[in-house]
């Protein structure tokens, strides 16, 4: 697992990816900035379920990628232990 200091949000402008936009539209592997605005939650949340192993990164070049699958599938876990 990286560190933390290997997570910090990427400082460069990024377009916010928004749930209701359509699946051409969503990139399937996100930044975690991304990933928390599309799970509107914080990047620190996202950071917890990364180190915990409950959703895994892909790993390309040197950034840290989060399958929007992945995502997806945790809503859905959210959802069967509602």
């Known amino acids: 697992m990286p560190s933390p200091k ?3 949000p990427h400082t460069s402008e990024r377009t916010p990816v928004k749930a209701t936009s359509t699946p051409r539209s969503v ?3 996100l930044r975690i900035a ?3 605005d599309y799970l509107s939650c914080t990047f620190g949340f996202i950071e917890t379920l990364y180190r915990e192993g409950t959703i895994k990164p892909v790993l390309l070049g040197k950034r840290h990628l989060l399958d929007i699958r992945d995502l997806d599938a945790y809503i859905e876990q959210l959802k069967e232990t509602a």
Do not use: G, I, V, W
Request: charged share 20%; no cysteine.
């Open 6 to 8: 290997a997570l910090t």
């Open 27 to 29: 990139p399937r592997l």
């Open 34 to 36: 991304d990933a928390a």
